[in-house]
């Protein structure tokens, strides 16, 4: 039984690609960057003896019928295949019979933290997870643990790991609510962040066929929160992405429902206001939001009268503007670039596809995109109106210096601009090969969502919208892709959508 010398105890993809690894837990550095699943490390005292009885018994045997030696054929090895060897010190190793693989929970959060979290608004998720003892397991390991499993089981199809999601998640929902219920742990970051991965658990375990009521319940209750953590949250740097994520999740709640913002989250939005860095891509996102919330709301009214169409269309064209304007104020790192022609795929839409520093960026992009999309087909339809009301005598005081034509035209090409670059980040979510979509690509549900089911938008744009959910749903093993795809084909709601915005 040789000594085989000390081996690597780098993660499988580090070996392999003979990559310096940190070993950092639950995944490495490396993979993290990649954006690709980290198997884990190996027990390497389990590999510095090799049992050679077999090999050397056979080498005698040929040596004895007077042939030349031939080792056997090697056989396909698997690093997490169980392997046992006769210990030279039972003190010093673990049992033979202990399997090396990892465990079924170590598996998913090495999946979550290098394919799911890389690229969403958790990001922060790794780094908190590392500074959570083994031992005290809060409310913070009880959350991402169920948000870990149910991602991997969307990933490898398995029910078996969703039903003990969702015990995980149950064990969470208790814990947070334990800790909500003191004023001293209820402020604190480790608490918002466990609400906050409770809605990612909705967000990833949640059915098209119900309400999101339970996402919704968690949002709002986030309101309240931000409020009793007050100011002092916005000292520190993930003090304030929380503030900001949360911010924006509340929003989006309100966008997707049409209702006003919440009066006491107004008020504190105000006050927090001279406590951000408003550089910050995603702090100046919240005024744009809500301006969509009031615009919103507005159109939602029984009866819109033709006395508001003016203030209608120039709130609207104001918010299109807004957009460019937070459009040309991000930094020169944002910006996205043509992908060389030899790696856009056959099937881009028009041959063209863009590329972006990452993922997050890409999203930032099509947030903007899709609420220029939302503008213009507001313009379109308010032209529409004073067309018909200029048929009206008694209706033109209102509409008589809007060229109804001339806003139908610009919005029909802003529309169309828009959705050839959405349709143009869709082969940046492919994966490392180029070849299949990965993880990331969830982040394409809500704008390819948005765009096939716009009555304006082309035939054509629409089919390729849908086939692209097809197969976002097929490759990266994705059911919420499959069931907007569904839902887009039979007219049915997608008022779940929103839920997308999380990550």
């Not at 993979?31 to 390497?44: F, L, M, P, T």
């Not at 006003?260 to 008020?267: G, H, K, R, W």
């Not at 009268?305 to 937070?326: N, Y």
């Not at 035209?409 to 980040?425: K, L, M, Y």
Request: with cysteine; net charge positive; aromatic share 8%.
């Amino acid at each position: 039984m040789p000594f085989h010398g000390r081996p690597s105890d780098a993660c499988g993809p580090c070996r392999k690609g003979r990559l310096r690894c940190d070993r950092a837990r639950p995944s490495c550095s490396q993979c993290v960057r990649k954006s690709i699943i980290c198997s884990g490390y190996r027990k390497v005292a389990l590999l510095l003896f090799k049992d050679e009885s077999e090999s050397t018994a056979r080498k005698v045997q040929w040596e004895k019928n007077g042939e030349i030696y031939e080792p056997p054929s090697a056989r396909p090895t698997n690093d997490f295949e169980p392997i046992t060897v006769t210990p030279f010190n039972h003190t010093d190793l673990p049992s033979p019979s202990r399997s090396i693989t990892p465990s079924q929970d170590d598996r998913a959060l090495g999946y979550f933290m290098s394919s799911y979290i890389p690229a969403s608004p958790f990001y922060y998720l790794s780094e908190v997870y590392k500074t959570t003892t083994p031992i005290a397991q809060d409310a913070v390991s009880s959350t991402i643990l169920a948000a870990s499993l149910a991602s991997l089981s969307l990933h490898v199809g398995s029910s078996k790991l969703m039903e003990n999601a969702r015990m995980h998640y149950s064990e969470a929902l208790a814990q947070t609510n334990a800790a909500l219920a003191s004023p001293n742990t209820a402020i604190l970051d480790r608490t918002l962040i466990s609400v906050l991965t409770l809605g990612l658990f909705e967000a990833i375990a949640f059915s098209s066929r119900r309400s999101p009521q339970s996402w919704t319940t968690h949002t709002l209750g986030a309101v309240q929160l931000i409020r009793l953590r007050g100011t002092k949250q916005l000292k520190t740097s993930l003090g304030t992405r929380l503030f900001l994520q949360t911010c924006n999740n509340i929003r989006s709640s309100c966008i997707a429902r049409s209702t006003p913002l919440p009066n006491e989250f107004v008020y504190f939005c105000e006050q927090a206001k001279p406590f951000l860095d408003h550089s910050i891509p995603n702090a100046r996102l919240g005024p744009l939001m809500d301006n969509i919330v009031s615009l919103r709301v507005q159109l939602t009214a029984k009866h819109i009268g033709t006395h508001q169409i003016p203030t209608l269309i120039h709130e609207t064209l104001q918010l299109d503007k807004q957009v460019l304007a937070l459009m040309d104020m991000l930094p020169d790192s944002w910006r996205y670039g043509a992908m060389p022609q030899h790696r856009i795929p056959s099937w881009a839409y028009q041959g063209l596809a863009h590329t972006y520093a990452d993922h997050r960026i890409s999203r930032h992009w099509n947030t903007l995109r899709q609420t220029r999309l939302f503008a213009n087909e507001v313009v379109w339809h308010l032209a529409a109106h004073v067309a018909w009301a200029k048929q009206h005598p008694e209706l033109c005081l209102y509409i008589k210096d809007f060229d109804a034509e001339a806003l139908q035209a610009t919005a029909e090409a802003n529309r169309t601009q828009v959705i050839g670059n959405i349709f143009a980040s869709v082969p940046h979510f492919l994966g490392e090969e180029g070849t299949a979509f990965g993880p990331a690509a969830r982040f394409l549900i809500w704008p390819l969502t948005i765009v096939a089911e716009r009555k304006l938008t082309p035939e054509p744009a629409r089919r390729y919208a849908t086939w692209c959910l097809y197969e976002i749903a097929r490759q990266a093993r994705i059911p919420q892709a499959l069931h907007a795809a569904e839902a887009i084909e039979s007219e049915a709601s997608t008022d779940w959508m929103h839920l997308f915005v999380l990550g």
